[in-house]
Structures are given as structure tokens and as C-alpha cells.
Nanobody
Framework: QVQLVESGGGLVQAGGSLRLSCAAS????????MGWFRQAPGKERDLVAT????????YYADSVKGRFTISRDNAKNTVYLQMNSLKPEDTAVYYC????????????????????WGQGTQVTVSS
């Protein structure tokens, strides 16, 4: 079992920045590819960014490419999402998720691949 706890959400003006953190506990963190997803009201949960077990491979949704950066610190069992140049359309609940995978550079793109999910943190961007 892996427990994931997100933090760092909040209210920010358009153009501002936030850094989300997701602290993991319970199993060997470096055995898991990690992802950030988001869900806006009335919409489906979408992938934002994902990172491989080593951090050597990443993937970003087109809507956040160039503005968001995913990173991880395996020594601290934490994955981060640095969000810059925020837009009102980035408003959503952001979830981190963990996918146990044998390949160290695999990035998990589909939500059903993920085994564990956090409770989410709200990000609100005002115009």
C-alpha cells in the first residue's frame, strides 16, 4: 500500500506560480512512476504530467508544456509539479498518482495504469 498526500494548492492570480508537492509513504518510492492529473468541475480527470521512476523521462500534456515542470526526489519520497504562467483554465483539483512499474524509464500515460491516488489539492487561478 502507498499513501500519497498532496500539498501546495491554493488561489493565485493569472500569470502566477504554484508548486505542488506529493509525499509518498508505505512502499519503495523509486519503484513507482508518478503522475499528476487534474479534474475541473464537470470534466473528466486528465493527465497533466508524468515522470519515470528515475526521473529520466517525463511527459507533459500539450496544454501545460513549457509552463509546468514535473520532478521527483527519491531520497525524500516526493514528486513535485512546478506551475508557472498559470491561466484560469488551469483551475482544477490536482491529484498525484503512483504506478508500480518494472521499467525504470517508463512513463505511464493512462489513468488506469496507476495503482494509488492521493486525495487531491485545489488550484484556483483568478483572472
Amino acid at each position: 500500500q502507498v499513501q500519497l498526500v498532496e500539498s501546495g494548492g491554493g488561489l493565485v492570480q493569472a500569470g502566477g506560480s504554484l508548486r505542488l508537492s506529493c509525499a509518498a509513504s508505505g512502499r519503495t518510492f523509486s519503484n513507482y512512476a508518478m503522475g499528476w492529473f487534474r479534474q475541473a468541475p464537470g470534466k473528466e480527470r486528465d493527465l497533466v504530467a508524468t515522470i519515470s521512476r528515475t526521473g529520466g523521462s517525463t511527459y507533459y500534456a500539450d496544454s501545460v508544456k513549457g509552463r509546468f515542470t514535473i520532478s521527483r526526489d527519491n531520497a525524500k519520497n516526493t514528486v513535485y509539479l512546478q506551475m508557472n504562467s498559470l491561466k484560469p483554465e488551469d483551475t482544477a483539483v490536482y491529484y498525484c498518482a503512483a504506478d508500480h512499474h518494472i521499467h525504470s524509464e517508463y512513463v505511464s500515460l493512462l489513468s488506469y495504469e496507476y495503482d494509488y491516488w492521493g486525495q487531491g489539492t485545489q488550484v484556483t487561478v483568478s483572472s
